[in-house]
């Protein structure tokens, strides 16, 4: 298994720029979230999923669109990239649990993609 | 709201020293969970554990331990006999109930050196 992998795994965008950062799990996870990682602030998170067809958002959802046509894959979008937008992105997915309560399940993260936005 | 503290932002040990990480939390639940991960320096978050509110109980894998006090609102990490493989940034993180997403501390990096 591949489990959580993350496309690509570098960019550099001009501000304005658009662009969309792919996420795919073969582990058959309901769930599945796109984080933003910035030094001394964690990880925060800006969208999530807990399935196919439906998305929901974080903390910082802010400039960000996402998508789940498929369950295994969670595509996040930049319409018009911002400085403020230059961040390591994070995908993870985990599994769900009879009441849904999917806080409860360890997530399991992607490589993680490093964005620069000049 | 939930939020989870993590005071230490780097901590420098030589090898074969014990290291303490600390974790401090804050949830107006009753029921929650705790988790911690470790991110090498490769990148990727690996979990560690998952700990819920209603067990107390200490934890033991190996060269870690982790200490949940309920009463002081702590979830603390002791790495015994460090290794250079240890060096890492590692996150504390608080999942509510009823709730898919995670709260992350700011993380602690750890350096071993040799």
């Known amino acids: 298994n591949a489990g959580v992998t993350q496309t690509p795994k570098f960019r550099v965008l001009k501000t304005g720029q658009s662009m969309t950062l792919l996420c795919a799990q073969d582990?058959?996870?309901?769930?599945m979230y796109w984080y933003r990682q910035d030094p001394g602030m964690g990880l925060r998170l800006i969208h999530y999923?807990?399935?196919?067809?439906?998305?929901a958002k974080g903390e910082v959802p802010d400039g960000y669109n996402v998508s789940r046509l498929k369950k295994q894959n969670f595509l996040l979008g930049l319409e018009s990239a911002a400085p403020s937008q230059t961040s390591v992105y994070f995908c993870?997915?985990?599994?769900?649990?009879?009441?849904?309560?999917?806080?409860?399940?360890?997530?399991?993260f992607g490589p993680g993609t490093r964005l620069t936005v000049l | 709201a939930q939020k989870v503290t993590q005071a230490q932002t780097e901590i420098s040990v030589v090898e074969k020293e014990d290291v303490t990480l600390d974790c401090v939390y804050e949830?107006?639940?009753?029921?929650?969970?705790l988790f911690w991960y470790k991110q090498p320096p490769s990148g990727e978050l690996v979990f560690l554990i998952r700990?819920?509110?209603?067990?107390?109980q200490n934890e033991i894998s190996g060269r870690y331990s982790w200490n949940f006090q309920k009463s002081t609102s702590s979830f603390n990490f002791t790495i015994t006999a460090s290794q250079v493989v240890d060096s890492a940034v590692y996150f504390c993180?608080?999942?509510?109930?009823?709730?898919?997403?995670?709260?992350f501390g700011a993380g602690t990096t750890v350096t071993v050196r040799a």
């Open positions: 993180a608080l999942g509510p109930p009823n709730d898919y997403k995670l709260s």
């Open positions: 999923s807990v399935g196919e067809g439906t998305t």
């Open positions: 993870a997915s985990s599994y769900s649990t009879s009441g849904g309560h999917s806080s409860y399940n360890e997530q399991f």
């Open positions: 700990r819920n509110s209603f067990d107390e």
């Open positions: 582990m058959n996870h309901e769930y």
């Open positions: 949830t107006r639940d009753t029921t929650y969970y």
